[in-house]
């Protein structure tokens, strides 16, 4: 996968999202376009999508759903998620871990 659906700010990451609700399984799926392809099992309706998605990318991430925020595209299909802290990288994805240049 290219590096285009991904984008680390210190050490927050950023994802830039494809998200499909109502999928038989909440899984990646590989790139849309530029972005990274969600599906996620929960209808897109009072924000039950967004909230299997924040479970699912905690869960993957290794964090809090604290720790995931969606910072836009809350009511549409393309959305820019932040992971705070990841505590793992899903090796599905082939992210580059957080190079801190300061050490």
Request: proline share 7%; net charge positive; with cysteine.
């Amino acid at each position: 996968m290219a590096e285009s659906y991904y984008r680390w700010q210190t050490s927050t990451l950023l994802l830039f999202c494809h998200l499909q609700p109502k999928a038989s399984k909440d899984e990646f799926v590989g790139l849309h376009g530029e972005r990274l392809k969600i599906r996620i099992t929960a209808p897109p309706v009072d924000g039950k999508a967004n909230k299997q998605l924040v479970a699912f990318l905690a869960k993957q991430f290794g964090v809090s759903k604290q720790q995931v925020t969606i910072s836009s595209g809350d009511s549409g299909r393309q959305k820019t998620v932040q992971i705070h802290r990841p505590a793992k990288l899903p090796p599905s994805l082939d992210i580059k871990p957080f190079a801190d240049e300061t050490c």
